[in-house]
């Protein structure tokens, strides 16, 4: 299907692909030469979709995955080789600064997205990898999917990811995983928290994905986006204000077009019109 009008008229690097089918929009990491390694045009890439779409009602939900049988391997050693020596010709380390926090706007800008984002995880989901799984909203794994954070026995540390990884499975698991650099497989990511469910071939996965599509689209839209930033702020807010608001959107809601379409499909037994894509 034709991408949507945010995506349509716009020109994206390479290292990503995009397919767009009704209301879900698949984001694929494309260098599978290299276990789709973030580099840093990836990178940039990925937060352009991002951002292009913050606005999109028309896009319901971003589904994450990488080409070639693996999710992503972490950041590109290649890039951080380039890196070294930009910071000797600048004489400061400002270089490898800019590069990961690039990183980590980007990895907050899926956090933060208010579309539901589905990470379908196989092969490596190492380091950068492994942080963006851990900012999706709904992970589905091959139980066989090689996990970790192998940052430390690389000589850097998990800097932009550490506090995502830290709010998915908590601190104690955080620290023994990133401290180890500990390997491990889809069902342990399971049994951490990483994930959500996990199937043990393709076709399982592919038919795991078809049914989570199907239950984000028996949500309303903009009910959707509404709970995501209403879950995101229960982190940072003090709980009176925060639910003395959620009551005022609660009623917005009820009030609205969604509130009185969902109340009358539930009376006359049939699916909302929001179903219908």
């Given at each position: 299907m034709t991408l949507s009008q945010s995506l349509i008229d716009q020109q994206f690097d390479d290292s990503i692909l995009l397919e767009q089918s009704g209301s879900i929009l698949t984001l694929w990491l494309n260098r599978p030469e290299s276990r789709n390694a973030m580099s840093l045009n990836m990178v940039k890439a990925i937060q352009q979709v991002f951002q292009s779409i913050e606005n999109d009602l028309s896009i319901r939900a971003v589904i994450l995955r990488g080409k070639g049988g693996h999710f992503c391997a972490g950041g590109d050693i290649k890039d951080m080789a380039q890196l070294r020596g930009e910071a000797i010709t600048a004489g400061s380390n400002q270089p490898y600064v800019d590069f990961?926090?690039?990183?980590?706007?980007?990895?907050?800008?899926?956090?933060?997205?208010?579309?539901?984002?589905?990470?379908?995880?196989?092969?490596?989901?190492?380091?950068?990898?492994?942080?963006?799984?851990?900012?999706?909203?709904?992970?589905?794994s091959l139980s066989h999917a090689k996990f970790g954070l192998p940052e430390t026995g690389l000589g850097v540390i998990p800097a932009q990811i550490s506090p995502f990884v830290v709010k998915r499975i908590g601190l104690t698991q955080a620290r023994r995983l990133a401290l180890l650099g500990s390997r491990f497989d889809g069902e342990m990511a399971y049994t951490l928290g990483v994930v959500h469910e996990v199937v043990s071939d393709q076709g399982g996965l592919d038919a795991l994905l078809v049914e989570t599509i199907q239950q984000i689209k028996r949500a309303a839209p903009q009910a959707s986006r509404v709970t995501k930033a209403?879950?995101?702020?229960?982190?940072?807010?003090?709980?009176?204000?925060l639910l003395d608001d959620a009551a005022q959107q609660f009623a917005h809601a009820v009030g609205g077009a969604e509130g009185m379409e969902g109340t009358m499909a539930f009376i006359q037994k049939r699916n909302p019109n929001w179903m219908d894509d």
């Open positions: 990961n926090r690039q990183f980590g706007h980007m990895i907050e800008q899926v956090d933060q997205s208010p579309q539901t984002v589905v990470a379908v995880l196989e092969g490596a989901v190492l380091g950068g990898g492994f942080g963006l799984a851990c900012v999706s909203d709904v992970a589905i209403l879950l995101h702020r229960t982190l940072n807010e003090p709980l009176h204000h």
